[in-house]
């Protein structure tokens, strides 16, 4: 069974790096066709995607972020990232990692969230 | 930048059939993907590929894409259906999902 696990600090100080890991069981970044995101969502409002890697290397971010974005991916640890510096107020959210294929163009598993606050 | 639009609300008594939409600019040339998520939860995935049911959803979940709209279909709805539901799509590999549909069972 596919399983993914947000891990990271719960509250990152306004200015500084936010830093999350997602770990997949059952199932290998490295399958082609596959590809790993990060969707966060601030409280009582929608969803938002941050980005997505494919398993050979290929790297989309969202516009409104882009800036301040990077995505990795460590295939010995069968994990993937995101760093998302200069943060603010504004990127107090729950984030959730994601898995998504490229046949079906949807996201199938989705990691239990985590919720970080930005203080300032 | 691409957008969704879905109407924020949508009631529906028991039973009776949930319909929600998502209209975007070209949907003809894109694959609709819809999720419910229900308070204090993850997303799950219930339509892709416009119409296709992840193993696992019942059949009163049903899609469509007209190409100007899609809609998520909701048959014989039960009080477990009620939940926010977002669709999404991808626009030049960029995610989007729409604002979210709030439907309430009453």
């Known amino acids: 069974q596919v399983q993914l696990q947000e891990s990271g600090p719960g509250l990152v100080k306004a200015s500084q790096t936010l830093s999350l890991t997602c770990t997949v069981s059952?199932?290998?970044?490295?399958?082609?066709?596959?590809?790993w995101s990060w969707i966060r969502q601030p409280a009582g409002k929608g969803l938002e995607w941050i980005g997505r890697?494919?398993?050979?290397?290929?790297?989309n971010y969202s516009p409104s972020l882009e800036s301040r974005v990077t995505i990795s991916a460590d295939t010995s640890k069968n994990e993937f990232s995101l760093n998302l510096s200069s943060v603010t107020a504004a990127d107090t959210a729950v984030y959730y990692c994601?898995?998504?294929?490229?046949?079906?163009?949807?996201?199938?598993?989705w990691g239990q969230g985590t919720l970080v606050t930005v203080s300032s | 930048s691409y957008e969704l639009t879905q109407p924020p609300s949508e009631s529906v008594s028991p039973g009776q059939t949930a319909s929600i939409t998502c209209s975007g600019d070209k949907l003809v040339d894109k694959y609709v993907s819809w999720y419910q998520q229900k308070p204090g939860q993850s997303p799950v995935l219930v339509i892709y590929?416009?119409?296709k049911r992840p193993s696992g959803i019942p059949e009163r979940f049903s899609g469509s894409n007209s190409g100007i709209t899609a809609t998520l279909t909701i048959s014989e709805t039960q009080a477990m259906d009620e939940a926010d539901y977002y669709c999404?799509?991808?626009?030049?590999?960029?995610?989007?999902f729409g604002a979210g549909t709030k439907v309430t069972v009453l």
């Open positions: 890697i494919f398993n050979d290397g290929t790297i």
């Open positions: 994601a898995r998504g294929s490229r046949a079906a163009a949807g996201f199938d598993y």
């Open positions: 590929q416009d119409t």
């Open positions: 999404q799509a991808w626009d030049n590999y960029i995610g989007v």
């Open positions: 059952g199932d290998s970044i490295s399958r082609s066709s596959l590809y």
